[in-house]
């Protein structure tokens, strides 16, 4: 079965969408040789090449904004904190994650796995000591099985997309920022102040973001007690968090270790990115160097 994604999974479209942005890009990154053009020849996050699929998008982002909610986010989190959907091993998630191909991500036209194995190859050819980091660049986006029937099939707005803090303000650089006035939270004093429920220094770790692929992931790996460093955790639950490693906002509620983990997220994120390109990958010719990994790593099976 395939399940199609028509939405992104996520929408920087706003500032970033110029040739000379990824020019700039390129040069920030030591090592790794970048496509300047993806499959279609496009530069990449070009969502105005299609205005139709511009007009998609921000549809997208109007029902994300107005339904993550404080108590939204709240009640996902219980459901699927309990882990009792399915079981089964970080590789069989891959294979169920195949049958999903993202359609209208335009830089995106191969099955998920191959996203999947780009990232984490491009990233073990400039850091190969930090095996970690290859598994994490395989597994960021295994949340997305939330999209599928057995998993309850979620809606888009409610799986992919960038992702943000609830209970505070929703910052001005979030994507189509101007939707969230018909979240209600957008109007309660409680969750409207730049602090909200949470105080200076925090720690992300007590922030609650909206709900999707990422927080869900992290869920997972955690509460199956992977061995992954905390970096590992911290790239898989933010890496849709684009206020924060591409704006530089919300900060404030950092504390030390986000601040240490953040600067692997933004290696992590120009692979995230620069991946989705032409490269086929020879899956069964890696798939022993992953299995190895996951064994490393995780338990045989997970809950999930
Ligand atoms: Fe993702
Ligand atoms: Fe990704």
Redesign the pocket.
């Known amino acids: 079965m395939t399940i199609l994604i028509d939405q992104p ?2 929408g920087i479209e706003a500032g970033f969408n110029k040739a000379d942005d990824v020019e700039k890009e390129a040069v920030l990154n030591g090592g790794f040789m970048m496509p300047h053009t993806n499959s279609f020849g496009h530069t990449f996050r070009d969502y105005h090449v299609e205005s139709e699929r511009q007009q998609g998008v921000e549809n997208f982002y109007r029902t994300n904004h107005i339904n993550q909610t404080y108590d939204f986010v709240k009640r996902m989190r219980e459901e699927y904190g309990n882990l009792d959907k399915v079981e089964m091993s970080i590789w069989e998630c891959c294979e169920l994650l195949n049958d999903v191909v993202d359609e209208s991500d335009p830089d995106l036209d191969e099955p998920q796995i191959e996203h999947l194995l780009q990232t984490a190859e491009a990233i073990r050819k400039d850091y190969p000591d930090e095996d970690w980091l290859h598994l994490t660049g395989l597994i ?2 295994l ?2 099985v939330l999209l599928h029937p057995s998993f309850g099939g979620l809606p888009q707005w409610a799986v ?1 997309g960038d992702t943000y803090p609830v209970g505070c303000a929703f910052d001005k650089s979030i994507v189509h920022h101007k939707y969230f006035e018909e979240n209600p939270d957008y109007h309660n004093p409680a969750y409207n102040t730049k602090y909200g429920v949470y105080s200076e220094g925090c720690g992300l770790n007590n922030v609650m973001m909206s709900w999707g ?2 927080d869900y992931m992290y869920l997972v790996a955690k509460e199956n007690d992977t061995t992954l460093p905390s970096a590992a955790l911290f790239i898989i639950r933010y ?2 968090f684009y206020a924060l490693h591409r704006s530089g906002s919300y900060k404030q509620l950092m504390n030390g270790e986000d601040v240490e983990n953040l600067k692997w997220l933004e290696i992590f994120n120009k692979y ?1 990115l620069y991946s989705k390109s032409k490269v086929r990958i020879d899956v069964e010719k890696v798939k022993p160097y992953y299995l190895s990994l996951i064994e490393k790593y995780f338990p045989a099976k997970l809950r999930w």
């Open positions: 999974d996520f960021h986006d949340g997305k992919v692929h990422d890496h849709s995230d």
